[in-house]
């Protein structure tokens, strides 16, 4: 069905006084059991940073976190590593998280996953991973730098972030 | 048209702010189902006030005092309740509390210019705010936005999230608008148009503007539940 849906705008780079809120980006307190760091870099289709980017994870019965990029680029979440989840067919999912992107000049919203470098059958076998073309599932994948999960967001160009249709 | 092709592209050079951030490459279609799932638990405390951009600070902002109202429904017009409405917006004077915010154009000590509030019962959320300026940017020569106020909106679900901008009748700046005119169809854009609502306007205090959202649902149909 198709009923007139209200059309995206773009959240434009003046989104700080409204939608960043304390603490938004730990989903779980540093320290906690489980906790872990993921950071990473908005980057646009000449490399460089894009600082005026808003990131959501969403991953039900995980949580919510929400945070904006600094001036480099850069965002970080605090968060504990989701379990599988089934897909639609009942099949399982590899762990991941949905991982949303606002920015000034992305007029809807983006979607994208992160998935754990130590999960390497689970990612192999994940229904979602299959549909990507071999090449560009890495952009998928978290790496782990000294216990610290990186994630780096290209939104253009060369080893362009997979991005799903909404 | 689809849903899709109702929406802005995500490239649309005469907005240049897209030119290096759109994705070059198709979007990966996902089977039907993947992103049905709710909405997890919103951690931000929303206070009964939050509503009421004007009673932020010891005194009242300067500018046209308004209510913004509307309800927020699916695309077969039910309510959604308990849907999450933040809004910001420049001053009176075309002026963001942000650093990066460059205009020269007053602050206004008593506006920060961000609310939030959850939808009713009956879907409908309820702002005072004061009425924003229009304001320049850099997109080309003599770039000027028209007065909006910015909406995200967190439903139930993943699918209905939405960020979006409210639009003021009558405002000759929309069809010079590159982020405005990137919707594709006429009808698409006369939906980010708030309408004069004369009977919720507050006699001797506030003129009401009007603006009802309505957000996507689940991509399946829902199974119906065996008694």
Redesign the interface.
Known sequence: ???????????????????P?EK?EQ?VAPGSAGAIRIEGQVL???G?P?P?ALL?I???????GRARTDSEGAFNFMTTKPGPTP???GRPQAPHF?V?I??????????TRMYFPDETDANARDP?LN??EPA?RDTLIAKNCGGVLHFDVR???ER??????? | ????E?????L?PD?V?????????P??????????????????TIAELDHDLTRRHAGEPIGERIIVTGRVL????RPLRKTIV???Q?NAAGR???Q??QHPAPLDPNF???GRCLTDDDGEYRFITIKPGAYPWKNHRNAWRPAHI?F?LLGGE??S?????MYFPGDPLMPRDP??Q??PDQ???E??VSRFDPQTTVPEWALAYRWD????GRA?TPFEHEP
């Not at chain 2, 048209?1 to 899709?4: A, N, P, R, T």
């Open positions: 069905m198709s009923g007139p849906l209200t059309p995206s705008q773009t959240v434009g780079p003046f989104f700080g006084v409204g939608l809120f938004g989903i646009d289709g000449n460089q894009v005026d959501e969403w991953q039900p019965g995980t949580g919510f897909a639609p067919d949905n949303t606002f920015a000034r000049g992305l007029l809807r919203h983006l979607l979602v549909l990507v560009r939104l253009q160009g362009e972030t997979v991005f799903f249709a909404i | 048209m689809s849903e899709d109702r929406e802005p592209p995500y649309y907005y702010g897209t030119r290096l951030r759109a994705p070059a490459k979007l990966v279609n996902l089977p039907e189902g993947f992103h049905d799932f709710p909405a997890p638990l919103f951690p931000r699916d695309s077969d017009g933040e809004v910001w420049a963001y509390l942000d990066d915010d920060t210019g961000a910015h995200s993943f699918r999230r939405l960020v979006t901008q982020i405005m990137s919707i009808a698409g854009r939906r980010l959202i309505v957000l996507r399946a």
